[in-house]
């Protein structure tokens, strides 16, 4: 006999826990006829046995609907127990007429809803749904938190990292202005994620502005708002960007592209703690913690040409010194470890190994573009990889470092010299079979041809 051409999709199953025989037979045939399995119980202390027999299985209720008053354990011990699991079940509650305000409680204590008797059969089916469909939303806005949380996370266990998470601690709690410098790509906006998640306005979103990709025409508005009719195109009133970050963090990235002639201006709103919108005469009071980050120095941006002193004052209370990632080689297992793993769940792709001689060569490559370019450049070789293991050629780093990347230690000998002792080592390593010493090195066996033509092997 021929195999089925698909399998049939498992059906969702509901666990309804109800004293009358009648009520659950009409609830069974009602759920199984539009699509779900139902599994049923007699009372509390049958519906925890059922689940016991049926998780052995690996299979769990994806809701409990249950009657309030039933014998043994009824619907709010029931509740009470499915709370303390691992990964309890939603319930729905059945109440007669005179257990509305037991039910109401219930829902206090955790239950998602509840239905009242006589039952029907619309609103049942509908209460279901719906409540399958926010269990639904709440477990996909769950993996999206995680995944924004290891996208913004500080990943790293070196001495240099140890002591940027110790700042970090120290500072967070207080609500002294914070300037972050460091080079481009060393997450200065996850530090200042970092010292907003752990700072008394953590319950509030903090607000971002990007100095270095506004247009200087926007500045103002951006900042601090506008009224309508404030200039050409202000068709309406817009919030400013100190006003949105009220009782909140306000991180601005790239400081020192706010232009001169604003400078005033912004210190004046973080001094007073008032922000005057663009065309507004009335003043709007902001509760406002400013993070700051720049690329340049604080000694760079001292240059009052570009930068008031009494701005940079105000913002730099204290200064948080970011290390670029040659400073830290040792974090650069981790970050790869991390960011491979993020990309491959992300894009649903195998979790590949990575070669020795691959992670040599990205160890010592200089990362010009820091951690940013280490992410970028791991999310490309999680799309663009091939067989089980990471070659070298599927990450993008710059030409001028491949020969740097395959050199062994030992840096007064020549570039050159170094990359042919690696090939002829790994060449000797496997006997001269080009493919094996090829993935030894990283590189693709085209990749590891041009390089033993080039150095007459």
């Not at 938190?145 to 790293?156: D, F, I, N, T």
């Not at 970050?245 to 790239?254: I, K, N, Q, R």
């Not at 990362?367 to 970028?376: E, F, K, T, Y």
Request: proline share 5%; glycine share 6%; with cysteine.
């Amino acid at each position: 006999m021929a195999a089925p051409a698909h399998e049939a999709a498992p059906r969702t199953p509901i666990l309804v826990v109800d004293d009358d025989g009648d009520i659950r037979v009409a609830l069974e045939m009602l759920l199984q006829y539009d699509g779900f399995e139902c599994w049923t119980a007699k009372d509390g202390a049958e519906a925890l046995a059922r689940i016991e027999r049926e998780e052995a299985k690996g299979r769990t209720p994806a809701l409990v609907l249950t009657d309030l008053k039933m014998p043994k354990v009824d619907g709010l011990e029931l509740l009470e127990r499915l709370r303390k699991r691992e990964r309890p079940p939603p319930v729905i509650l059945i109440s007669g007429h005179g257990d509305v305000a037991t039910a109401v409680d219930a829902m206090r204590r955790g239950a998602i809803n509840f239905l009242e008797k006589p039952l029907d059969e619309n609103r049942v089916l509908v209460t279901i749904r719906s409540a399958l469909r926010e269990m639904e939303l709440s477990a996909e806005n769950t993996r999206l938190k995680r995944q924004l949380s290891a996208r913004w996370e500080l990943v790293g266990e070196s001495p240099a990292m140890q002591r940027l998470k110790h700042q970090i601690a120290q500072v967070a709690a207080h609500e002294a202005a914070i300037l972050i410098t460091g080079e481009n790509g060393t997450g200065k906006e996850i530090v200042a994620r970092e010292i907003h998640r752990l700072s008394r306005r953590s319950e509030h979103p903090m607000v971002s502005v990007d100095l270095g990709a506004t247009s200087e025409t926007l500045f103002e508005s951006e900042l601090f708002g506008h009224v309508r009719g404030a200039f050409t195109g202000a068709e309406g009133d817009r919030m400013g960007r100190l006003k949105a970050a009220d009782h909140s963090t306000l991180f601005l990235d790239e400081i020192g592209n706010l232009p001169l002639h604003l400078q005033p201006k912004l210190l004046t709103a973080l001094e007073q703690r008032e922000v005057l919108p663009v065309g507004s005469n009335k003043p709007i009071a902001i509760d406002v913690r400013v993070v700051a980050a720049t690329n340049a120095s604080a000694d760079q941006l001292a240059d009052e040409r570009r930068f008031r002193q009494d701005l940079l004052f105000r913002l730099n209370t204290i200064e948080i010194e970011l290390p670029p990632l040659r400073e830290r080689r040792e974090d650069v297992p981790v970050l790869l470890d991390h960011y491979l793993g993020l990309y491959a769940r992300k894009y649903d792709k195998p979790q590949r190994t990575l070669p020795p001689a691959v992670l040599e060569a990205l160890v010592r490559h200089d990362w010009p573009g820091n951690v940013r370019a280490l992410r970028h450049a791991a999310e490309r070789a999680v799309i663009m990889a091939d067989g089980d293991a990471y070659r070298l050629d599927d990450f993008p780093l710059p030409q001028r470092s491949e020969a740097a990347s395959l050199s062994i230690v030992g840096d007064s000998l020549n570039l050159d010299q170094l990359e042919k002792q690696m090939i002829e080592r790994a060449l000797r390593m496997h006997h001269f079979n080009v493919s094996l010493a090829a993935s030894e090195l990283g590189l693709s066996r085209g990749a590891l041809y041009r390089r033993m033509e080039k150095h007459g092997l």
